[in-house]
């Protein structure tokens, strides 16, 4: 912290009403969320709670390197037509069954999610799913509400899935394994006891006409794949990054220098055969594809929630936590669990997630650091991904859902998703708290 | 010169209440890109175009903001686009009116009605200032033959 604050002020005050502010001011929306938190981090330097060289030690440039790398990755491979392939082989593989559709698609999505990032899954999964209901002439609700949890649930099961769990892993310093071991079974119920819900409200009522069914079997998949050398490309360095994922960690391989050099080995293969000209395109294309927004919007946030850290404040809410809760771990990760998922459900669960990592991370001093708090980072990572199922503002893949959906004519009203989705992402809760309780206490 | 001079002042138009079957073998048959469509006060309400022919037939999910790029795994034949057209054939016209073609009023200069019509591609209809009135349409020939013809 700089010896003296601008005026005067507190700079416990000074930085929590600037981190008050900057919650609001991305809550509201009227302002773009990255100039809000990147002005209140040039705030918080101003200010004098940090000098600028303490302000970028609390950039986590292991969650910004990841999340670059693997959006340059899929920018890539996305131009490749796997997306859409994938969509119209799995339909297919169901004989374009209306319900089996829906099953295959929640599976592509879930599975996608986990793998790639949740936004790019549903802006490419989205169109050929209203191009199927289009074709069957039957509603698309059901379709986009299942994709929208889809996305979702499959996105909490891995390091890279969501990027509260980047943000998690990052901090705590866990691997692609611990996720998998310990989030993806729950994951993989969650899933399950989820499209049995699906089923009973919509599964016989999905109903197609053979002749239009037969339309759909039409579709020749191998013709989406527009550029099958990049599929290859993209594939095989898909798979590297994930074998990086897998063994880098123990190697101490940080997730960030796996992705980033599949993004870079993409770019090298992709433009071997490429002129100058070409090369330097595709190139600038591929890193116009980054989402620049998003990563400031991480920056400024790191800073406000490290100002914040730095004059005690987290410290001491951590303490009021500990001693509501009664000092009791299981009772400090349920409520972890359950807050996070309400709060992630009406506000964006990045700052919360920001917020949170301290403040759990403080909890140290009562519960202990070794291993002693994991069931409390399983409970944030649990609750704030599941939770952006329960509205429609829950999570950014939602939102690209509901705008195809109005885009197309069928709109998702924010009130009657809220009404089926919260109480189901609730039920998904309270098996995570059932997991929690069982694996872990 | 101004767009009045270059403008026809009786341009073939179509009323919203006509059939799209009707309005589409009529711009079929005389090989025009889009024709005005005003109602019987004179109003001009937009154009009617091949363009919105061209989506009827298209899949939405295609039209649709970043939806699909790719759609080369349909293989539709003419039957079956000839078969979505009619679905939509008995519709009135009104419901396939555009309006991003932008009007203009008889006193636009000349050069700023050459650029409208070559950044647009398309007739550019002249509407009376204050009111919407159709006045005429301003086609590339009109142009072209009086820039010739002077």
Same mark, same amino acid.
């Given at each position: 912290m700089r010896e003296t604050m601008l005026f005067g002020f507190d700079p416990a005050w000074y930085a929590g009403l600037l981190f008050v502010a900057t919650y609001v001011l991305v809550m509201t929306e009227q302002l773009n969320r990255a100039v809000v938190s990147v002005t209140a981090a040039c705030l918080m330097i101003i200010g004098g709670v940090l000098t600028q060289q303490a302000a970028f030690e609390g950039v986590d440039f292991n969650t910004l390197g990841l999340l670059t790398g693997m959006m340059m990755i899929v920018g890539l491979a996305k131009n490749s037509g796997i997306f859409q392939f994938l969509a119209i082989w799995s339909a297919k593989r169901v004989k374009a069954d209306p319900w089996g559709i829906l099953v295959m698609l929640v599976m592509v999505t879930a599975v996608l999610s986990a793998l790639l990032d949740n936004v790019t899954t549903v802006l490419l999964i989205a169109p050929v799913t209203l191009l199927i209901t289009d074709t069957l002439k039957i509603n698309a609700y059901p379709y986009l509400f299942a994709e929208i949890f889809a996305s979702n649930i499959g996105g909490? *099961?891995? /390091? =890279? $899935?969501d990027p509260p769990n980047i943000m998690i892993g990052s901090a705590v310093g866990l691997g692609f394994n611990d996720f998998l071991f310990n989030l993806a079974p729950v994951v993989v119920v969650i899933l399950a006891v989820t499209l049995l819900i699906f089923y009973l409200f919509w599964g016989r009522s999905l109903q197609a006409d053979p002749a239009l069914q037969a339309k759909v079997m039409e579709? #020749? +998949? #191998?013709? *989406? =794949?527009?550029d099958p050398r990049l599929l290859k490309q993209s594939l095989a360095v898909l798979f590297l990054v994930m074998m990086g994922f897998i063994f880098g960690h123990d190697l101490g391989l940080q997730p960030a220098t796996v992705a980033m050099f599949g993004a870079s080995l993409l770019l090298i293969v992709h433009n071997l055969k490429h002129t100058a000209a070409e090369e330097s395109a595709s190139i600038h294309k591929t890193f116009c594809e980054v989402e620049w927004t998003t990563l400031f919007f991480f920056i400024g946030l790191f800073i406000v929630v490290y100002g914040v850290e730095r004059t005690g404040l987290l410290e001491k809410i951590a303490h009021h936590i500990i001693e509501l809760t009664g000092g009791d771990r299981n009772v400090t990760a349920i409520s972890i669990l359950w807050v996070s998922a309400v709060a992630s459900a009406i506000i964006d669960n990045i700052p919360f997630v920001a917020t949170m990592i301290p403040l759990i991370k403080n909890m140290a001093a009562t519960? @202990? *650091? %070794? @291993? +002693? /708090?994991m069931p409390l980072w399983w409970s944030l990572a649990l609750g704030s991904c599941l939770g952006g %199922?329960?509205? /429609?503002?829950?999570a950014s893949a939602n939102l690209i859902v509901a705008g195809f959906a109005e885009r197309s004519g069928q709109p998702i009203h924010f009130g009657k998703f809220m009404l089926g989705a919260f109480p189901l992402m609730l039920l998904s809760i309270f098996i995570s708290t059932l997991y929690l309780q069982w694996r872990y206490f | 010169m101004n767009a009045a001079a270059v403008m026809d002042p009786h341009p073939t138009i179509i009323r919203p209440t006509d059939k799209i079957s009707t309005a589409a073998r009529f711009i079929m048959e005389k090989r025009y890109r889009s024709l005005p469509v005003v109602d019987e006060n004179g109003c001009y309400l937009g154009v009617f175009g091949v363009n919105c022919l061209l989506k009827q037939v298209l899949p939405n999910a295609a039209l =649709?903001?970043? $939806?699909?790029? %790719?759609?080369?795994f349909i293989h539709d034949s003419l039957a079956e686009l000839h078969e979505r057209f009619r679905e939509f054939g008995n519709q009135p016209v009104s419901i396939c009116i555009s309006n991003d073609i932008k009007t203009i009023a008889p006193d636009t200069p000349l050069i700023e009605t050459l650029l409208l019509l070559y950044t647009h591609r398309a007739s550019i209809p002249v509407v009376e200032p204050g009111s919407c009135k159709l006045l005429g349409m301003i086609s590339y020939w009109d142009v072209g033959k009086k820039i010739l013809a002077s």
């Open positions: 909490t *099961a891995t /390091l =890279i $899935g579709y #020749r +998949e #191998r013709d *989406a =794949i527009t519960f @202990g *650091a %070794n @291993g +002693e /708090l %199922n329960g509205s /429609l503002v829950g | =649709i903001e970043k $939806g699909l790029t %790719n759609v080369s």
